[in-house]
């Protein structure tokens, strides 16, 4: 294992998977810890996280760096010369991919989760909200192969990972936040990025990730709306 890394994170959470991608492409082997975070917070977490308490964590020689975003960031100085480069090498292309990753956790992230998981008046603001955010991601990745250009980094990771989650949860709720009529670039560039392999094998398989949803469909909403409210 490289330099004693670990992993604290969850085979359900997206943020956690990005983190795993991330290190993955980078060709550094580390420890998995999968802890069920959605209805506790086991020792381990508060432990190494006490500010936030959230998934996920990266363990690097025992300390602890939190934060999905600062994590990629993170591994991608650390080992530089290893597997492929999460952000671009010049500063111009860095500063846009912080831009919109950025963008896209501010604007898109939980709002995706949101349009899925809740109810009422708040899932048809955030509904149409995330959708025109999901619009002006778009429009960085419009006449390119990924976010970054030819290669793939660090928006195309957390996109991805989200993206992917949101397209299976929507399917269970029978709630329409993607689709390829209101989002053919971000449609194509899925398609594409999965029939690529470049990041399918790193993902969990669909059918799992579908039945856990179908199986704690109320228990997740229950508590979706609890946390952000239903009006």
Wanted: charged share 25%; aromatic share 10%.
């Amino acid at each position: 294992m490289d330099d004693e890394v670990k992993l604290l994170g969850s085979w359900l959470s997206p943020m956690s998977r990005r983190v795993e991608v991330g290190l993955k492409l980078k060709g550094v082997s580390f420890e998995f810890s999968d802890l069920d975070v959605f209805f506790s917070k086991p020792p381990e977490l508060l432990q190494y996280n006490p500010v936030h308490k959230k998934i996920p964590v990266l363990l690097h020689h025992g300390k602890p760096i939190a934060e999905s975003l600062i994590i990629l960031e993170y591994i991608d100085e650390t080992w530089p010369d290893s597997g492929i480069r999460l952000l671009p090498k010049d500063p111009y292309g860095r500063a846009m991919a912080r831009f919109w990753a950025k963008f896209f956790d501010d604007k898109c992230n939980l709002p995706l989760g949101m349009s899925c998981w809740t109810e009422g008046d708040k899932q048809q603001q955030i509904l149409a909200e995330s959708k025109l955010n999901l619009t002006t991601m778009e429009g960085a990745l419009k006449g390119k192969k990924f976010f970054g250009g030819d290669e793939i980094g660090i928006v195309d990771i957390i996109v991805f990972c989200s993206v992917y989650w949101t397209e299976i949860a929507q399917e269970v709720v029978g709630v329409d936040v993607i689709n390829e009529e209101k989002h053919p670039v971000l449609c194509k560039w899925m398609k594409e990025t999965v029939n690529s392999n470049v990041l399918k094998d790193y993902l969990p398989p669909r059918e799992k990730l579908l039945c856990h949803f179908q199986t704690y469909k109320d228990a997740i909403a229950a508590l979706m709306n609890a946390r952000f409210g239903s009006n």
